[in-house]
């Protein structure tokens, strides 16, 4: 079984950044994706990265492109989210999660395991 814990959410003013950590224990090999996920209140849980666990091509919603980026770490078994040029509208709870098997990268349906999230609120 594979744990998920994030860390590195808070509160921002738009402009800035901040860095969001996935650590994974437990079964790390990782057969398919790592993503991001992202829901604010009220709206549907949006895939806005992922990275391809075995040849790390990374993948982003055109909301976050060249303002996000996705990494992973597999001798720390952590994957990153860096967050730059963050506006309000970027306000959600972060997910991690792990895809076993390949589906459709930006389908929450597609992963099999999830962190309990961490939240990050930009400001104007």
């Known amino acids: 079984r594979v744990r998920l814990v994030e860390s590195g959410g808070g509160s921002v003013q738009a402009g800035g950044s901040l860095r969001l950590s996935c650590a994974v224990s437990?079964?790390?090999?990782?057969?398919?994706?790592m993503a991001w996920f992202r829901q604010a209140p009220g709206k549907e849980r949006e895939c806005v990265a992922a990275?391809?666990?075995?040849?790390?091509?990374?993948y982003y919603a055109g909301s976050v492109k060249g303002r996000f980026s996705i990494s992973r770490d597999k001798a720390e078994n952590t994957v990153i989210l860096q967050m730059n040029s963050l506006k309000p509208e970027d306000t959600a709870t972060y997910y991690c999660?792990?895809?076993?098997?390949?589906?459709?990268?930006?389908?929450?349906?597609?992963?099999?395991?999830w962190g309990q999230g961490t939240q990050v609120t930009v400001s104007s």
């Open positions: 999660a792990a895809a076993q098997e390949w589906g459709e990268w930006d389908e929450p349906q597609t992963y099999n395991y």
């Open positions: 437990g079964d790390t090999y990782i057969n398919a994706y």
């Open positions: 990275i391809h666990a075995i040849f790390g091509g990374t």
